[in-house]
Structures are given as structure tokens and as C-alpha cells.
């Protein structure tokens, strides 16, 4: 409480992107009752304003010392203490009231009233992400029957459609929470302000419970002094203003003990705003996204569903046609042999036949020994290329990685 108001509303203004900071939704601790008798000094005044007030105290024992207690001066300082702080109180009393109206009213206009703003688009947002979750729709992928024969309509083909159709819905909702976050900022700034008006008033009330108490010391303290000198004097005195004095300063305490409690509870209300706001921005951003993504790893997996339904059909496919041309070679072959089988040939032409056979069996043994030396000289060149190629690659390859890991990333916006 020793906090200025300025300070305050500093400290909700770095508060409010909650964007730059963990997220984290945190419900503030009530505020606590304060003591009556703790209620002064939670506004500090500096030592010039209690040197000031101090001299008053000094200047009002003076005044009643040379007057006497039947003297106008005299029945006009005993008004004076009637009179102290009351414009203050009644000031004080009226901030308070409205101050302390707001948490009533967050309690039944807030987050679990579905009557309002925020609630009910949380409630429609969360409906309307269940509705579009692809976990919690039927088999995607499953074909669609009408009496489980005829085939009616794509339920993949239907979600995506449904998905578009949301979208209109979706960025309503969007909107509608975002001016609710607003409105909760604006509020949040007008409790600023009447935390300001506030402290002002507490302020002042600090000054008169000062000067109160020092009042009731001095007054005390003057009045055993009369008691010898002008004992009805000090009578007068202990009945007429110490008595009220201190009637003042207990009522001052009790005014600025619902003053401080209403302040704290103000607090509690600007600070369960910038919570539901740091809630808002999630469910406009981090839900939306996830279910966005989960909508496009819907849509990945029908695609790659209906890749791998085309590499079954075209496997498939291939199948076939290897048995077809198998199927197609058996018969032919088997034509073959019965027309072999079947057919006269002549007995020179075969005996030529096999001697060519048999010669060109030959060539080939002498081609195959000739040619193992050049084969060996072949592979021996094509050795030292790949070994001289291997270190271009690896050069190469080295540089390829280092550009990937030079390259910029994307920008990345928290």
C-alpha cells in the first residue's frame, strides 16, 4: 500500500502484453481485512507535511490555552475537532462504494456467467472446436453407405466442407473475444483512476489521523496540567474535546480501514482482468492454431491416404501384367516345342548347324581370354576416376551442409 498510484498503474502497463512473458494464468490472493488499528500508516506522509501538521496541533493548544472555555474562540476550536475530516470521510466513503460495486459486479458478470461477453465466447469457442476436432468424427477415411450398400457422399469431402463453412462462425467468436479483452483493459483503466482519486482522499485521511493523535497526546497532556491551575478549564477540556478528539481518530481509522480494504479489492479486480486477458489471448491464438493444425494434418493424411490407394491399385496392376505375360510366354513356348517336336530337319544342315555352334563356342573362349587384360585395364582406370571423383564429392557435399546451416531461419514472433 505504500505504492503511489502512478506507480501502480506502471506496473499494470508492463503487465499488460502478457505476450512477452511465460503463460501463465495465476488467480490473485484475496484481499485480506485490515485491522482498524493497523489502518494508519499505510499512506506515508513525508516529513515537511508532518512538520506542518505538528505546528497546527501546536497553534490549536496555544489558541485554547489563551482563551478561556466559555470564550467564542474557545467553543469555535471545539467545533473545529467536531468538524475534522468530514468532507474527507463522506469523499472517501462514496470512492469506496463504487470501488467496492466492481467486484460484485465481475462476480456476476465475470468469467462463469455465460451472460456475458467473455464466458459465452469461451463456450462457443470450445463447442466449436470440439465440433471441428477430426479425432472425435467418425473414421474419415471410411466410405459413406446409405443402409450400409449404396454408397452416398466422401465423410472426408464432408469435413472439409463443414471446416469452411466454421470459418465465418470461428473468426465471429475471434472478434467477440477480443472486444472483451478490450473492454476488461478499459476497465482495468478506469480502476487506475479511481485508485488515484483514492489515494488522494486516503492521504488527506492520513493527515487528520495525525493530527488527531497528536491532538489527543497534547490535549491529554494539557489538561493535567490544569488540573492544578483551572480544574473546570481541564474538565472541559477531557470532556468537550479530548473525548470527541479521540471519537474523531478512532472514526478516521475505521474510514481509511474500509478505504485500504476497498483499494486492495480493486487491486484483486485489476489483476483477475489482466489474468482472464492473458486467458483471452490464448484461446484467440494457441487453441485456434492447434486446431488449425490439427485440421491440416487431417488433410496431409487423406492425401497420403490416397497416394498409397494408388500405389496399391498400380502394384496391383503390375502384378497382373507380369502373370499375363508369363501366362503368354507358356503358351508360345509350348507351341514352339510341339512345332520342333513336329517338323522334319534336314541331318547336314543340323551337323553344319551345331559345327557353326561349336565354332563360334570357340571364338567366343578365345574373345573372353584376350579380353580379360583389357577388361582389367578398364577397371582399373575407372577405379583411380572414382577414388579422384570421391574427394569433389565430399568437398562438395560439405558445402552444400554448411549453406543449409547458414541459411536464415524463419522469423519466429512470440
Known sequence: MSNTPQTTAASAAVAVPAQEQDFVLEPPAPALPVPIESASGKVRLKAEEVQQLDAQVAQFIDDITANDSQSPAFKGAVERIHGMGNKEVQAAAAVSNRMLERPVKTLNNGLFDQGSQIGQGLIDLRRQVEALDP??????????????????????????????????????????????????????AAIEQEKANLWGLMERLEKYIHIGKKLDAALEAKAAQLDASDPEKARVVREDMLFYARQKVTDLLTQMAVNVQGYLALDLVRKNNLELAKGVDRATTTTVSALRTAVIVAQALANQKLVLDQITALNTTTGNLIAGTSELLREQSGKIHEQAASSTIDIARLQQAFGNIYQTMDAMADFKVKALASMQTTVDTLSQEVDKSRAYLEKSRREDVREALQAPAGEVVL
Open 135 to 188: 479425432s472425435r468424427q467418425d473414421d474419415l477415411f471410411k466410405p459413406r453407405k446409405l443402409l450400409g450398400l449404396i454408397p452416398m457422399g466422401n465423410r472426408l469431402v464432408d469435413y472439409f466442407d463443414k471446416f469452411q463453412s466454421s470459418q465465418s462462425h470461428l473468426n465471429a467468436i475471434i472478434d467477440s473475444l477480443k472486444r472483451g479483452k478490450d473492454e476488461l483493459l478499459r476497465d482495468n
